[in-house]
């Protein structure tokens, strides 16, 4: 028969047993008797709290590598469900105290996985950037389309030429746009040429052979 798991809680990445000797000086200290461990105890646990908060909006992907226990699995999931303020600040507590009994490895593991999304949304945001800026300059200017297929031969050039056409005529203002400093609405052409440089891009960024840094139209 297996021995029942010890009740207790993790301060600093040690294991504190309920009724031992460490847990009544913390609950001591806690009570007052140390000012500065009890502060200390109260940023660890508002750190992990906050820590326990980000992982709701963890990738399904990153989260389901972690080493957490079911119930705080659970416990998230249900945050995620809960709408009423109240209701899901006290779940938030809840995941709060699930979060202090994780070992220092789960937490490290946790910290890796939202540092991990953390950089892929930086990176999409910049593939993003990258691609609108190449949409505004194959429409502005005629040197970018050589420049872009110098980068990216595998572009249709007929497609391509004939969305630019498209996109400069329905940019095109009329002179009241003008003078009353009113933007033109964008066709379908505009938007077709963001995703065909985007997809364009994808594929040269997933490229093994492409270690060059990204290419910004307006430096040409």
Do not use: C
Request: hydrophobic fraction near 35%.
């Amino acid at each position: 028969m297996s021995r029942k798991p010890k009740k207790g809680y993790f301060v600093r990445g040690q294991f504190v047993a309920e009724g031992s000797e460490l847990d009544l000086e913390l609950k001591a200290e806690l009570k007052g008797t140390n000012e500065a461990s009890r502060t200390d105890l109260k940023r660890e646990s508002d750190q992990l709290q906050k820590l326990g908060e980000a992982l709701l909006t963890l990738r399904a992907d990153l989260f389901e590598g972690l080493p957490l226990s079911e119930k705080l699995a659970d416990a998230i999931a249900e945050a995620k469900r809960i709408t009423n303020f109240e209701g899901k600040r006290r779940q938030m507590q809840f995941i709060g105290k699930l979060m202090r009994l994780l070992d220092p490895d789960a937490i490290a593991a946790v910290k890796e996985a939202l540092e991990a999304q953390q950089k892929g949304s930086a990176r999409e945001s910049q593939s993003l950037h990258e691609a609108e800026k190449w949409r505004d300059d194959l429409i502005a200017r005629d040197e970018a389309f050589e420049a872009w297929l110098t980068a990216n031969p595998k572009t249709d050039t007929q497609q391509l030429r004939a969305l630019i056409r498209q996109a400069r005529k329905d940019v095109q203002p009329t002179p009241d746009q003008v003078s009353k400093g009113l933007v033109p609405r964008h066709g379908r052409a505009y938007r077709e040429i963001f995703q065909l440089v985007r997809d364009g891009l994808d594929s040269a960024h997933d490229a093994p052979e492409n270690d060059d840094d990204s290419y910004d139209p307006r430096d040409s």
